[in-house]
């Protein structure tokens, strides 16, 4: 099955007239560190795409530009199937369940054709290999030694992951917290080592560019502020956008902190992945691959604390179906699509919403039943009983738009 599958991915990728665009962008970025040229001043392929991570990541990618272009197609695109395997691993742990081999195959032979998984591959993308840095770290005991730098380092490559800092900040989890956000800090001090330039140029004035990653408007863009726009008819919503996001994002963290408390670890880590990719001003579609955590906590937790036993097939096939490619998006249809088109074009900050408000209206509904614990338990597969409190729980793109923080 897992053959099978990965044949068909391949067939499909080689088909492309341009696989693995992003892998372009990464290159140059390595090649801008070892030539010592402008990092933020160059854009590559026939759709002008630049460099938008922050200097550390440049430095990592130096391996990637002096490597042959084939070799690193291919090691991205076996890479991104191993990662996937690996995140599914993890996301399992999250949810309270061992991982077996043959299981393991078939959820990976499957998981490929979910929309962000796919256009992952397709573009050779690195959201699955940020994703595998910052469940590992958050499925690791409590106390471990270290705990929370791999979220830190995954900050420094993209930003977004900060987020979970902060998570770990809220929960009360103050060394982890406070690990990560040293090992963020080290890799802007690194980075401002090794590129003082191309650092002063990010910190002070490329980080602020969210214009120079793409336009928000187009389905693409799968944050709020793209639903916002593309509802509003409008490419910049402004207040319209800036006081939802701020609300979702406090909410997001305050339903996370609820849910650790509760013992209920899976659902916060969840939350709070949903948040930062709902109020991110640009979440490209390939950035939700944190819908292969959210279909392990929806349908793998123990028995018991699952959801609705419907939940998890809809939200898969709601990240197969693959709508915001089916409405009209050429040019600027994006901004002229109907009211009946509009769910069609958002379906993934719309899930969003919904499964944060299920989430914090059933937490409520245990907290008046006096479900609460003491204290969270620890993630992670359970050993002979199984622990109390544990989780209850993918038409391409344009790739003018693709890379995006």
């Not at 801008?32 to 392929?45: I, K, M, R, S, W």
């Not at 006096?370 to 009983?385: C, I, K, L, Y």
Request: proline fraction near 8%; aromatic fraction near 8%; charged fraction near 15%.
């Amino acid at each position: 099955m897992l053959a099978v599958s990965l044949a068909a991915l391949a067939v499909l990728c080689a088909a492309q007239p341009n696989p693995l665009v992003d892998l372009l962008v990464y290159r140059a970025e390595g090649r801008a560190v070892v030539e010592g040229t402008d990092l933020y001043g160059f854009t590559v392929t026939e759709w002008e795409l630049p460099a938008t991570y922050p200097p550390f990541a440049a430095l990592l990618f130096v391996p990637v530009a002096v490597s042959p272009l084939p070799v690193a197609q291919a090691l991205f695109a076996v890479g991104n199937v191993v990662l996937l395997a690996l995140l599914i691993h993890f996301s399992l742990r999250l949810a309270g369940r061992r991982t077996a081999p043959l299981p393991l195959m078939a959820a990976t032979a499957l998981g490929v054709w979910l929309e962000p998984v796919f256009q992952t591959v397709l573009f050779g993308q690195i959201n699955l290999a940020l994703a595998c840095l910052v469940l590992w770290d958050l499925t690791r005991p409590e106390g471990a030694r270290g705990k929370g730098l791999a979220i830190g380092v995954a900050a420094g490559i993209k930003l977004t992951p900060a987020i979970f800092a902060v998570h770990l900040l809220v929960t009360g989890r103050v060394r982890s917290g406070l690990t990560a956000l040293a090992g963020f800090a080290g890799t802007v001090a690194l980075g401002a080592v090794a590129l003082p330039g191309a650092s002063v140029d990010f910190w002070a004035r490329r980080m602020f560019e969210t214009g120079r990653v793409g336009k928000a408007w187009i389905v693409d863009n799968q944050s709020l502020q793209g639903l916002l726009a593309r509802l509003l008819h409008t490419p910049e919503p402004g207040l319209w956008w800036a006081v939802p996001a701020a609300f979702v994002g406090l909410a997001g963290l305050w339903l996370a902190r609820t849910a650790h408390r509760r013992g209920r670890e899976a659902w916060g880590v969840s939350a709070v992945a949903g948040t930062a990719l709902l109020v991110s001003p640009i979440s490209w579609s390939h950035h939700w691959v944190w819908c292969v955590p959210l279909l392990a906590v929806l349908g793998g937790a123990p028995s018991g604390r699952r959801w609705p036993p419907y939940a998890a097939a809809a939200v898969a096939v709601l990240f197969t179906a693959r709508t915001h490619w089916l409405v009209p998006h050429s040019g600027d249809l994006d901004l002229h699509l109907p009211w009946w088109q509009q769910p069609l074009a958002s379906p993934y900050p719309l899930l969003g919403l919904a499964l944060l408000g299920y989430a914090a209206w059933r937490l409520r509904r245990e907290g008046r039943a006096g479900h609460r614990t003491t204290s969270p338990a620890p993630v992670g597969p359970a050993r002979g009983e199984r622990r109390r409190g544990g989780a209850s729980a993918s038409d391409p793109p344009r790739p003018a738009e693709s890379t995006g923080r």
